[in-house]
């Protein structure tokens, strides 16, 4: 039983992780909690939910299931087509909102409310278009195979995980050894020190909003497959995704990844012992108990 409780805290807590490293990346160097980060999550299941599902009555073959797998080919162009259109959604979202803020010297406070306003709006207009009618991208059903110690899962999940542990060591590889990772970088520790060595500070603000909105997109396809695809799923994400950030330390991708598993075990292990009504409770005792006796994290840095 404990083997199984585990195993469901590592999945959630692989697409809680994906998540994480958006806000924390975004948080890094625009300085500021981005609400509306759980709702480019939404948005991306229903993106890659419509091109799929396009692809599927297009070319019937493409729904056809691959392999152990619950899904088709057409999933994993749609997972594609996600990843572009909710980087682009983003970059609009900044480009409308955000940008103009910044430029006209807005206070932190009054781009959080903004973000607010904006995760609103996103969430209102995808009930707006697809009702509050939960989707599935396939109605397959799969039957969880043994591992070890008693433990099951399906090859879905397995996949998911294996995608999560596979993106952390390409973003790391991409921040550590990339011209754009290293200004991505130094936006982050100093914006006007980065601008005046030469580093495009306004391109480099957008590749962030691009990048972290492109790890959304995978979280939020990975969670529509594995659960099930609602306007509300980022909003419920919100709360695990922010303590994830936090506990893994503003900046540090394998902080908030491992960050994601510590929040998505202590859920499983929460419903397991004592109860499911108390799961939204654990990332908050998390969040409140990391600002309280380490502000800056597992691996972050300490303020100066």
């Known amino acids: 039983m404990i083997a199984q409780t585990l195993m469901d805290g590592l999945i959630a807590g692989s697409m809680i992780g994906l998540g994480a490293i958006g806000i924390t990346l975004t948080y890094s160097i625009l300085r500021f909690a981005n609400f509306a980060h759980g709702d480019l999550i939404s948005w991306s299941a229903y993106f890659a939910l419509s091109v799929s599902t396009a692809l599927g009555m297009l070319v019937p073959g493409l729904a056809t299931s691959i392999g152990p797998f619950s899904f088709g080919w057409s999933l994993p162009i ?29 206070a932190i406070i009054i781009l959080v409310m903004a973000g607010f306003g ?17 989707y599935y991208f396939t109605d397959a059903l799969q039957i969880a195979r043994p591992l070890v110690a008693g433990a099951r899962a399906t ?3 397995l996949l998911g995980l294996g995608l999560a542990a596979a993106l952390v060591g390409i973003v790391h590889v991409i921040l550590t050894h990339t011209a754009a990772g290293r200004a991505m970088r130094a936006v982050s520790e100093n914006q006007a020190l980065a601008g005046l060595a030469g580093i495009d500070v306004a391109r480099t603000i957008r590749l962030v909003w691009f990048f972290g909105a492109s790890l959304a ?39 908030a990844m491992l960050a994601g598993l510590i929040v998505g075990l202590a859920e499983a292990l929460c419903v397991q012992f004592i109860g499911a009504e108390w799961r939204a409770a654990v ?7 990391i600002l309280l006796l380490r502000p800056q994290g597992l691996f972050g840095k300490p303020a100066a």
Do not use: C, N, Y
């Open 283 to 289: 990332s908050f005792v998390i969040l409140v108990a």
């Open 118 to 134: 904006a995760a609103l709006t996103l969430r209102s207009l995808l009930e707006f278009l697809f009702t509050s009618k939960p």
């Open 78 to 106: 749609g997972l594609v087509a996600a990843i572009v259109l909710t980087g682009l959604l983003a970059l609009v979202v900044d480009w409308l909102l955000f940008a103009r803020l910044r430029k006209q010297g807005g």
């Open 155 to 157: 090859p879905d999940q």
């Open 217 to 255: 997109a995978v979280a939020g396809v990975m969670t529509g497959l594995l659960v099930q695809i609602r306007p509300h799923m980022g909003l419920d994400l919100l709360l695990p995704l922010f303590a994830a950030a936090i506990l893994g330390g503003i900046g540090s991708v394998p902080g």
